[in-house]
């Protein structure tokens, strides 16, 4: 019964393996997996048509095929380019596909921020992860770069445009998940911005929110848990409910500290894929641990920085400042002012003789 | 005189409407072929022709025609690629302007040879007013039975469509217009497949040239073995040139592909010498995005050799001396013009037109021309002459559609033989913004390289 399908034989790196046909270059080297996987930035194997865009995946195919044995003129992005019986693919071997990868990648952070320590995706972001890899430490950029405003588009995403890579992602999200794409791109070059054609909300659909899943930088980001916390810090947990959306999986993972539920996310793959999509409700609205059934901890790969607060078991954190406060409270809402009671911007330090004393700020506003 | 095939009836006055065409023997190609010929048969004549794409790639138009996929049920297309944006390029407008005609009835034989019933000519927003002298033209060959259903008893039935550009060089790349014709944003399509499978609607399609599809006429009134008799080797028939810049006489030439680069620049019959008694300094032969050439390696080639306005003499030494035919737009800088400002201008041109699809071309034509204009303006540094040069290396070949490759071509070419000019900015950056460089040695003759024994 089973019927003998013809699988082509493909080397990739000189690491033999077989695909069947129809396989693309990049699918055939997750089959090997370890480092001949080319990296990719706007590919995502759930969502049709995404790919051949970002140029990371450049690979060198040095052989046709058995029956055309000539090699490709170019290099060929691997996500969008199909095996041929006989291939011989050459990614991390090849000096080539490496320097062109490194340029890539330059062009990749050319215009982006860097802010890193503001960004909510840092931890998890495949750009950063990308350019530790395969990018150099300087920019030989000397211009400025393209900002633009942060957005709220719709009431749960946040679009910090400046931060985009331009993978066309959450574009393929919105047409293949919801029937009601918003937004798209608008303008053209460097200076093409995702973007809703005259401020529109992206909520009118239930499944939206997956746009912040395969952002693969901090475009978009949940507005539920901007700034609430580092996701190295979080805890994440393998989680379902009985979701009543019947497209939603209901498996998630939350990002936990304590008790508290700062982030819902999908499931996310080494590749940084998502299992399978969510809905929104999950996602946004499901921040209370008696919504979920708790799994337990999630896997996470050892070279990731969150795997440093992962820890086995859902204990909370022992807290440490009743403890050191002799029963106190701890004073939550520190008096910040504008004008420190201190410093006198009315005293030159650089006139008083020796060491500046408490004598030398005259409590009444610095009349002497 | 050099023989003309497309424009030797251009001067006769009222050309461009239907009766002077007829009379000065118009539709007699397609009677020809809808009455006499089969679909292979044209076929096989336009391949015997040797006739090249002018658009720019010069890819065989036969062979292309014969890699069109044929499935039973399905329709297929013929588009005719009227996006004429490559800076230095305008000979498409001259024949829609002036002989719409010629461009309807080569459509009309095309789409019988492709079976094609629908057929779209895609134009360019900019020339807003051609569309209407195509319309008109559309109709008077409807009005007289060369275009609806059954034409002219033959059973074969067409029909023409124009349809405006936005304003974007990207739709001029085949799969970006199938795009923008789809009604979609104009971003070029990641092949394959390759639109002579899935092309528009997912159709099999077929994106030729005006000039192409206007040749196609020529060739069945003469035949496609006597077509082949004019020109020399592989580039046969004429090629129109649009010609432009410092020149006595600019405008669009039809020439025979035999002769020099240097009769074309000179001679009274075309351009006329240059203005001003000025020297030649530099020139594009083939629109903005081929290689720039020193007036001594664009006479003679690097092997001694004159010159000649041919596709493979154009391109003999490579990228390394040569450069490339490309669209017909021919630019001739004299010695007065800056090299360093005119790349930076062509750089500016392919930032403000990449689609922002795929990463090299988006990030790296914006920073080529931030580089270029630093250096331009005298703010330049040495090691900015090295950057350049890396960062066209690494935008070329890398990107989805031609146009990463036609934005790095003319830095590469610029750096590659006009290096000392460049330097030359950076060493006298108040000078530079000044004057300009002058000739130099761009016109002295080469040193003859030994033969190898």
């Known amino acids: ?368 | 005189m050099g023989r003309k095939l497309l424009l030797d009836k251009a001067h006769i006055e009222g050309i461009r409407y239907y009766d002077v065409y007829r009379k000065n023997g118009g539709y007699a190609a397609a009677e020809k072929a809808l009455k006499s010929m089969s679909p292979d048969q044209v076929t096989e004549e336009v391949k015997k022709s040797g006739l090249r794409g002018r658009g720019g790639a010069g890819f065989p138009t036969g062979l292309k025609w014969s890699f069109l996929a044929k499935p039973e049920g399905v329709p297929r297309y013929l588009v005719c690629n009227a996006d004429e944006s490559e800076p230095g390029t305008f000979k498409d407008r001259y024949l829609m302007e002036f002989i719409p005609h010629l461009l309807i009835e080569g459509l009309l034989i095309s789409s019988f040879a492709l079976g094609a019933n629908r057929t779209y000519i895609y134009i360019r927003g900019e020339y807003a007013w051609i569309p209407d002298i195509l319309e008109e033209a559309i109709a008077d060959a409807h009005k007289n039975g060369w275009l609806g259903k059954n034409i002219q008893g033959t059973g074969f039935d067409l029909d023409i469509y124009v349809q405006r550009g936005a304003g974007a060089y990207i739709c001029g790349e085949e799969t970006a217009l199938i795009e923008s014709l789809e009604g979609k944003r104009g971003n070029p399509r990641i092949k394959p497949p390759f639109p002579a499978v899935k092309g528009l609607w997912q159709s099999p399609t077929v994106v030729n040239n005006v000039e192409t599809l206007a040749a196609v006429v020529p060739i069945i009134n003469i035949g496609g073995d006597e077509y082949s008799k004019f020109g020399t080797g592989k580039s046969t028939g004429t090629k129109l040139i649009s010609a432009c810049g410092n020149l006595n006489k600019p405008g669009v030439y039809e020439i025979d592909m035999s002769i020099s680069v240097e009769e074309f620049i000179y001679s009274d019959e075309y351009c006329g010498g240059i203005p001003n008694g000025k020297r030649l300094k530099a020139c594009i032969p083939g629109g903005s995005s081929v290689p720039i050439l020193p007036a001594n390696l664009l006479l003679k080639t690097a092997k001694g050799e004159t010159r000649m306005m041919t596709y493979e003499s154009l391109n003999d030494g490579g990228f390394a001396t040569g450069t490339m035919m490309g669209s017909g737009g021919f630019i001739v800088l004299d010695e007065d013009q800056c090299v360093v400002r005119h790349t930076m201008s062509l750089a500016r041109f392919y930032h403000h037109e990449s689609c922002g699809q795929c990463s090299p071309c988006r990030e790296g034509t914006g920073w080529m021309k931030k580089v270029l204009l630093n250096i331009e303006n005298g703010k330049g540094k040495m090691s900015d002459i090295d950057l350049l040069w890396d960062i066209q290396r690494k935008i070329e070949g890398n990107t989805i559609c031609p146009l990463g490759d036609a934005a790095a071509w003319p830095v590469a070419a610029a750096i590659r033989h006009f290096r000392d000019e460049f330097e030359w900015h950076v060493t006298n950056p108040e000078e530079a913004v000044k004057r300009n460089f002058g000739l130099a040695h761009y016109a002295d003759p080469l040193p003859v390289v030994a033969a190898v024994v």
């Not at chain 1, 746009?211 to 805890?235: E, H, M, Y």
Request: proline fraction near 5%.
């Open chain 1, 1 to 368: 019964m089973a019927e003998e399908k013809k699988l082509f034989k493909v080397k990739i790196d000189n690491i033999p393996v077989e695909v069947e046909p129809g396989t693309t270059i990049l699918n055939a080297a997750r089959l090997i997996g370890g480092d001949v996987v080319p990296p990719a930035m706007c590919y995502y194997s759930k969502l049709q048509g995404s790919g051949g865009k970002c140029r990371t995946c450049l690979v060198k195919v040095s052989k046709g095929s058995d029956a055309d044995p000539r090699p490709m003129p170019k290099l060929v992005a691997s996500c969008r380019t199909t095996v041929m019986d006989g291939m011989e693919v050459a990614n991390i071997t090849s000096p080539e596909v490496l320097e062109a990868r490194k340029g890539v990648v330059e062009f990749l952070l050319l215009n982006h921020p860097l802010d890193c320590p503001v960004c909510d995706q840092a931890g998890e972001c495949d750009l950063q992860d990308l350019s530790y890899e395969h990018g150099v430490s300087a920019t030989r950029y000397e211009f400025k770069r393209r900002t633009f405003e942060k957005e709220d588009i719709g009431e749960h995403i946040k679009l910090h445009m400046t931060r985009c890579i331009l993978c066309y992602r959450c574009v393929f999200t919105a047409d293949q998940l919801t029937n009601n794409r918003q937004h798209g791109i608008l303008g053209r070059g460097d200076h093409s911005e995702i973007s809703t054609y005259i401020k529109a909300s992206l909520d009118q659909t239930n499944f939206i929110g997956n746009v912040i899943d395969v952002c693969p930088v901090g475009a978009l980001t949940d507005r539920t848990a901007r700034f609430k916390n580092r996701v190295w810090f979080l805890k994440p947990v393998d989680a379902h409910r009985e979701c009543h959306d019947p497209n939603c999986c209901g498996k998630t993972v939350l990002w936990m500290r304590g008790d508290e539920i700062f982030r819902v996310t999908a499931r996310k793959d080494k590749y940084g894929e998502v299992e399978a999509f969510i809905c929104d409700t999950c996602r946004f609205e499901k921040k209370d641990v008696k919504d979920w059934v708790v799994e337990g901890p999630r896997k996470v790969a050892r070279y990731s920085v969150i795997s440093q607060g992962h820890y086995v078991g859902v204990h909370k954190p022992h807290e440490t400042v009743a403890k050191v406060m002799d029963g106190r409270q701890p004073k939550l809402l520190m008096d910040i002012h504008s004008v420190s009671e201190v410093n006198q911007p009315a005293v030159d330090l650089s006139k008083i003789e020796g060491p500046a004393h408490s004598n030398d700020f005259p409590k009444n506003n610095g009349a002497q």
